[in-house]
């Protein structure tokens, strides 16, 4: 099982999410059948938004992150929750795959670096608080810290990244988000900074047989670490027939009419999952019948 840690330095100064989202990119992969820079992407999305899920202290809020960009992939989509369940989808699964300077799969270059990150949090009760920040590079790790920064005025240090293998599968893949809380004083900054410039890449250390305890201890070191809990997190899709009925029952009676007379089936896919819905003439009958029965309601 995938896990997220939150844990804070000794003094309280700092706070880390760290996880280990390799099953999640995974399962990911699978589902939407990506080509190694789509998951690449997706994945680093995927496990942002799992952390980001996991900074919100309401119980039913939702948080959407949404990375638009002007490169082949165009647009992900990544809604996670805080009980560590994340799902996504994004424009095109099978973005060409090219390696940077760096022998890298090119995450930025299939983003592209002009663009925006959009950041949704709906608590369903009143309108969504929506914030957004433009992109700085398309590496998402980098948009995400520059989205922290100014549209949440949170200095954060933010590493993501993801491993595959040369038939494609998912080897390693997480991230952490690192946060400076408004005490924190010049020398844990300092100290903080030496950590960050000196550990190597996420997926290099999980590679050397590091899991995320190490990997927080190592980040704090010289401050100290305090775990505070441990999560399970999961690709999760909460789809389900009621629902996608609803949703074909929504475009209306004539345009259900229609598709009977056309098709006299209906197929819906979850955009989150792949998961395939029909919708045989019988069924389609009843939505129609149903619908018909509101419309009298209505007039009477
Ligand atoms: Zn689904």
Not at 56 to 81: F, P, R
Not at 128 to 145: C, K, Y
Request: with cysteine; net charge negative; aromatic share 6%.
């Amino acid at each position: 099982m995938s896990q997220l840690m939150t844990a804070l330095s000794k003094n309280h100064e700092v706070r880390i999410y760290i996880t280990n989202t390799t099953e999640v990119v995974e399962r990911a992969r699978e589902l939407h059948d990506l080509s190694p820079v789509s998951c690449a992407a997706f994945g680093r999305v995927l496990t942002g938004a799992l952390i980001m899920g996991m900074m919100s202290k309401i119980e039913k809020e939702k948080v959407t992150l949404q990375i638009k960009g002007d490169g082949e992939i165009k647009h992900i989509v990544a809604v996670a929750d805080i009980h560590g369940h994340v799902k996504g989808y994004l424009s095109n699964p099978l973005a060409e795959t090219h390696v940077n300077d760096l022998g890298k799969l090119d995450v930025g270059k299939a983003i592209g670096k002009n663009g925006e990150v959009i950041v949704l949090r709906d608590w369903g009760l009143t309108d969504p608080f929506v914030g957004r920040s433009e992109l700085v590079s398309g590496e998402i790790a980098e948009d995400l810290a520059a989205f922290f920064a100014k549209s949440e005025q949170m200095p954060s240090a933010v590493g993501l990244g993801e491993q595959l293998d040369p038939t494609g599968f998912v080897k390693h893949a997480g991230g952490f988000i690192v946060q400076l809380l408004p005490e924190a004083s010049e020398e844990t900054i300092t100290q903080l900074e030496a950590n960050l410039n000196g550990v190597d890449s996420v997926t290099r250390m999980f590679e050397q047989g590091m899991d995320i305890h190490m990997i927080a201890n190592q980040l704090f070191a010289g401050l100290g670490l305090e775990e505070l809990e441990m999560y399970d997190v999961s690709y999760t899709c909460d789809c389900h027939e009621d629902k996608m009925k609803q949703a074909l029952m929504s475009i209306g009676k004539s345009e259900l009419e229609t598709i009977m007379a056309e098709d006299g089936q209906a197929e819906l896919i979850c955009h989150f999952c792949n998961h395939k819905y029909l919708f045989d003439k019988a069924a389609l009958e009843e939505m129609i019948a149903t619908l018909s029965k509101d419309l009298i309601e209505i007039e009477e």
